[in-house]
């Protein structure tokens, strides 16, 4: 009776860590929740966030301020002009010198929902080609981004685009962040973005 009484109990508790609901972390009004790093543009636009590069044309982030570990993220977004750019997981940065892993967010053919690790091993697992041509390019995209322990599931427009396992990532800690990458003329926008903490 006690073993049954635990088992309940346990699955009560499991149930609870994976039920806790969306959260939206961009209030569409400004930027409280959030920082920047470096001299790149971000700010809020008819309840939108915008990045955009700025006259250094370098490398800019926009990172949560708490820490996330195991989640569910949802964002939508809509590129602009030459739109290279990614949502970071479980990252650090100093200055503009980021580490962490990357959910690339870029132009068509360029990997979009792929996973690259910055200042490290660089491209961990890229979309297959037939699955790339789900990124809508002049419209508004859906990204979903999983991670839990050591797996991370990523889905472009509801269709999965990729699913790793990895021991480094894992083990990994801290905040997420949109990139505006280097070299001018950059722009993307955001909105929708909410997080479901799991346990």
């Not at 860590?17 to 920082?35: C, E, R, V, Y």
């Not at 790093?37 to 990045?51: A, F, I, M």
């Not at 590129?79 to 690339?104: D, H, P």
């Amino acid at each position: 009776m006690k073993k049954l009484f635990l088992l309940i109990a346990l699955a009560g508790i499991s149930t609870m860590a994976f039920s806790q609901k969306f959260k939206p972390i961009f209030n569409g009004k400004n930027l409280d929740g959030w920082t920047i790093h470096g001299t790149e543009k971000w700010y809020v636009q008819d309840g939108e966030l915008v990045c955009e590069s700025g006259p250094d044309k370098q490398y800019g982030y926009l990172s949560t301020t708490k820490p996330y570990k195991n989640f569910i993220l949802e964002l939508r977004f809509k590129l602009e002009a030459n739109g290279n750019s990614g949502v970071f997981i479980r990252s650090g940065i100093e200055g503009t010198k980021i580490n962490g892993w990357q959910v690339e967010v870029a132009p068509a053919g360029m990997h979009t929902g792929g996973i690259y690790e910055s200042y490290g091993r660089g491209w961990l697992i890229q979309p297959k080609p037939e699955d790339e041509k789900n990124l809508n390019q002049d419209k508004w995209n859906v990204m979903k981004i999983q991670v839990i322990n050591d797996e991370v599931t990523t889905w472009l427009n509801g269709k999965e685009m990729v699913h790793l396992k990895d021991e480094k990532i894992g083990q990994g800690n801290g905040f997420i962040a949109l990139q505006i990458h280097d070299g001018g003329g950059i722009k993307v926008r955001w909105k929708d973005i909410k997080v479901k903490t799991l346990n």
